[in-house]
T-cell receptor, first 117, second 113 residues
């Protein structure tokens, strides 16, 4: 199946710094990618829909200035957590859909665990 | 609005026993429904999906699910559990088509010898 790769898989940063997480579709093009956040032992919460070449669409309650999303190419979306605080510590997961011959399946990255000290 | 409810946050079965994970959905339009599995510290892997074709859907690893419109359910089953099936399972729904996924709270499956 199609592969979605996230980097880094783990990151630890100090409070107040910014952290960038990359999501790449390795063998397909994705005009749309999705960013999820998952708290320990909880479900995935959709944060935003990343659209190639245009602004991301954020879900209600998600601060767009806090979580900057850039989808500059058909294979790469980035999530930047700006001025991170301990409450931003979480598992962030991206997903993408292979638009060509769309089977409806979303492919998920391995996730990125952010720890803010 | 679309939503899914997974009944039972934890399910424990013996190896070789039937696995039944429950999912009920709410949707104002014909839904597309999915089951995903997540192993610790990993992303999600698709087990199976329902997209308005056959109501009994077979997936990977011996799992299957049946779409029952009258019961608004999409329960996941496997006849015989393996130790390797221990993981977190998520039911998800989209709004008619391949749109963003809305996930249920998840069910953690434990398999004991």
């Amino acid at each position: 199946g199609a592969v979605v790769s996230q980097h880094p898989s783990r990151v630890i940063c100090k409070s107040g710094t910014s952290v960038k997480i990359e999501c790449r579709s390795l063998d397909f093009q994705a005009t749309t990618m999705f960013w999820y956040r998952q708290f320990p032992k909880q479900s995935l919460m959709l944060m935003a829909t990343s659209n190639e070449g245009s602004k991301a669409t954020y879900e209600q309650g998600v601060e767009k200035d806090k979580f900057l999303i850039n989808h500059a190419s058909l294979t790469l979306s980035t999530l930047t957590v700006t001025s991170a605080h301990p409450e931003d510590s979480s598992f962030y997961i991206c997903s993408a859909r292979d638009q060509t011959g769309d089977t409806g399946e979303l492919f998920f990255g391995e996730g990125s665990r952010l720890t803010v000290l | 609005a679309q939503s899914v409810t997974q009944l039972g946050s934890h399910v424990s079965v013996s190896e070789g026993a039937l696995v039944l994970l429950r999912c009920n959905y709410s949707s104002s339009v014909p839904p597309y429904l999915f089951w995903y599995v997540q192993y610790p510290n990993q992303g999600l892997q698709l087990l199976l999906k329902y997209t308005s074709a056959a109501t009994l859907v077979k997936g990977i690893n011996g799992f299957e699910a049946e779409f029952k419109k009258s019961e608004t359910s999409f329960h996941l089953t496997k006849p015989s559990a393996h130790m390797s099936d221990a993981a977190e399972y998520f039911c998800a729904v989209t709004k008619g088509g391949y749109n963003k996924l809305i996930f249920g709270a998840g069910t953690r499956l434990a398999v004991h010898p």
